[in-house]
């Protein structure tokens, strides 16, 4: 299992804004490293969404953005829109496992 | 365009070997390390091996140390994956991925910016 924990869904309406934690530890998100996010449309691959924490790539609407704080880290999606419904996972890194890149379990994005 | 494409899956035996291919274009292959990201049926992703450019740096995840190989020619700009002794728990969709750097000074932190569409490996008898 991950050392990374996501809730399994969340859901909003169109216009709505939602929040995806990502909880970690002291070994990974509290020892300061940092997170990023990844969305996977269904059945394609994932794609970079936040990048650094906070740091979006070009093309990536500013509706999506990223935080952290503590041992935790934080995706929100503001103006939500139908063709967000994906699963998100963010990714870390963990001292404590020989294990170069630690994912989230996921999350899946229902749009109501 | 910047591209990735994977390919060499398919259905094999339990104990049997596979081996990945991963073809780059619109970038320089050879300044970039490289990863394998796996997602099993229904299931999440879990990173499987990275490469850094020049291959002076090789790490596996536990699951796959010593059945896996990962290698790559820059000279073809692609990036393999060569998989021995596979088991039905390796059944997923293989993704290859660039490695993105950021930070400076003594901290630098690495993502995945650009990801191929997957090749499906199916271990079964």
């Known amino acids: 299992q991950s050392v990374l924990t996501q809730p399994p869904s969340v859901s909003g309406a169109p216009g709505q804004r939602v929040t995806i934690s990502c909880t970690g530890s002291s070994s990974n998100i509290g020892a300061g490293y940092d997170v990023h996010w990844y969305q996977q449309l269904p059945g394609t691959a994932p794609k970079l969404l936040i990048y650094g924490n906070s740091n979006r790539p070009s093309g990536v609407p500013d509706r999506f953005s990223g935080s952290k704080s503590g041992t935790s880290a934080s995706l929100a999606i503001s103006g939500l829109q139908a063709e967000d419904e994906a699963d998100y996972y963010c990714?870390?890194?963990?001292?404590?496992?020989?294990?170069?890149?630690?994912f989230g379990t996921g999350t899946k994005v229902t749009v109501l | 365009e910047v591209q990735l494409v994977e390919s060499g899956g398919g259905l094999v035996k339990p104990g049997g070997s596979l081996r990945l291919s991963c073809a780059a274009s619109?970038?320089?292959?050879?300044?970039?390390?490289m990863n394998w990201v796996r997602q099993a049926p229904g299931k999440g992703l879990e990173w499987v091996s990275s490469i850094s450019s020049s291959s002076s740096y090789i790490y596996y995840a536990d699951s796959v140390k010593g059945r896996f190989t990962i290698s790559r020619d820059n000279a073809k700009n692609s990036l393999y994956l060569q998989m021995n002794s596979l088991r039905a728990e390796d059944t997923a969709v293989y993704y290859c991925a660039r490695v993105g750097v950021g930070g400076s000074g003594a901290y630098y932190y690495y993502y995945m910016d650009v990801w191929g569409k997957g090749t499906t490996v199916t271990v079964s008898s």
């Open positions: 619109g970038f320089t292959f050879s300044s970039y390390s």
């Open positions: 990714q870390s890194y963990d001292s404590s496992l020989s294990v170069l890149y630690v």
